[in-house]
C-alpha cells in the first residue's frame, strides 16, 4: 500500500535527508533535520523504502492515516544500507511494523557471525531499548543481503558493498522504466590507498546512468581532506561519481547537522558549478518532504 493514492508515475519522497544524527532549530527550517529514510513509490505495487532513519516515523505516520482511511494493510519493502545508529533508529518508532495485517520486509546487509535479526536485537533490548524485535507484527521479516541481485515483486534490485567504516551496501533499484540509486555513506577515504577520484567499479554499476542518484554528500572538500577516514563524500566526490557513471540527476543526501539551511545552499551552487564544468548531470540538494515525479525513459 502506497503512503498516496497509487502514483502514476514513480516518485521518490524524502522523509529523512540528515547524517550522523536528527537535528532540529531554525537553521535546519528549510532541508528538514530527520536522518536518513526515503521512500520510492511504484505504479501498482507496493513501495519499498530506503533505510530507517529518524525520518522513517513520518512515513509510518502517514501510512496509519492510510489505513484509519481503510486503503487495507501496509505493505513496504526496505533496503537497509548499514546498521550505523541515524539508519535504523527510526524503526521502533514505524508504527505500522506492529500491526499484525502489516507485511513488512527488512533486506539489510549481512554481518559477520550472525544475522541481521540477531543485530537488531542486540540493539533493541532492555536496558537500551524497552521494544524488542519480538514485537513486531506477525508480517515482519528480516532479509541478510550481499553483494547479489534479487527481485521484489517485479522491481529488480542490485546491492553491492560500498566503501564504509562498518559493512554498509548501496542500492540500485530498476522499475516501471526508471532507475534509482541509494548510496547514503560511502567515501574514498576508507581505503588509503585509493586515489582520491577513484571510483570503483562497484559503485559505478550501481550509478551507471541512473535516472537519481541519492549519494551521500556529507561534507565540504576541506571538510572530507580533514576526516578521510570517516567514510563519508564531499559534495566534489558526489558530483565525480555522478559524472563518472553518467547518472542523470544527483541529490545530494546525508547532510552533516553542522551544517544549516544557508550552508547547504552554498553546498548546492558550489555542485552545480562542479557539475556544468564537466557537462555533468542536474544537480539538486534533497530536502525533508520533497517529492520528486520521476518520468520513463526520460
Not at 517485479?154 to 548501496?170: E, F, N, Q
Request: glycine residues 10%; negative net charge.
Amino acid at each position: 500500500m502506497a503512503p498516496s493514492s497509487v502514483p502514476v508515475q514513480p516518485a521518490v519522497t524524502f522523509y529523512g535527508v540528515r547524517g550522523s544524527v536528527p537535528c532540529s532549530g531554525p537553521r535546519y527550517h528549510r532541508y528538514g533535520g530527520n536522518t536518513s529514510a526515503v521512500l520510492l513509490e511504484l505504479p501498482g505495487r507496493a513501495p519499498i523504502a530506503f533505510d530507517l532513519g529518524s525520518g522513517i516515523r513520518d512515513l509510518g505516520d502517514v501510512l496509519m492515516k492510510s489505513v484509519a482511511s481503510g486503503v487495507g494493510p501496509v505493505e513496504i519493502d526496505v533496503l537497509l544500507t548499514h546498521l550505523h545508529w541515524d539508519h535504523v533508529l527510526g524503526l521502533p518508532f514505524f508504527t505500522p511494523a506492529f500491526l499484525p495485517d502489516t507485511r513488512m520486509t527488512v533486506h539489510g546487509p549481512q554481518q559477520p557471525g550472525r544475522s541481521l535479526r540477531d543485530a537488531f536485537t542486540g540493539m533493541m533490548q532492555p536496558p537500551y531499548f524497552p521494544i524488542t524485535p519480538d514485537e513486531f507484527g506477525a508480517g515482519f521479516a528480516f532479509a541478510d543481503v550481499g553483494s547479489e541481485r534479487f527481485e521484489i515483486g517485479d522491481a529488480r534490485v542490485l546491492s553491492r558493498w560500498v566503501r564504509h567504516t562498518d559493512p554498509a551496501l548501496g542500492f540500485r533499484v530498476d522499475a516501471a522504466g526508471v532507475s534509482v540509486t541509494y548510496i547514503a555513506d560511502h567515501g574514498p577515504g576508507c581505503v588509503p590507498t585509493d586515489p582520491d577520484d577513484f571510483v570503483p567499479d562497484d559503485v559505478i554499476e550501481l550509478c551507471d546512468g541512473a535516472d537519481l542518484l541519492i549519494h551521500d554528500a556529507q561534507y565540504t572538500q576541506a571538510e572530507q581532506d580533514a576526516r578521510p577516514h570517516f567514510g563519508h563524500s564531499s559534495i566534489d566526490y558526489a558530483v565525480h561519481v555522478a559524472a563518472e557513471a553518467g547518472a542523470k540527476c544527483l541529490a545530494l543526501f546525508h547532510h552533516c547537522p553542522n551544517h544549516g539551511d544557508d550552508d547547504l545552499d552554498a553546498m548546492l551552487e558550489h555542485a552545480r558549478d562542479l557539475s556544468a564544468k564537466r557537462n555533468g548531470p542536474e544537480i539538486i540538494a534533497a530536502h525533508q518532504g520533497q517529492r520528486l515525479e520521476l518520468a520513463p525513459g526520460s
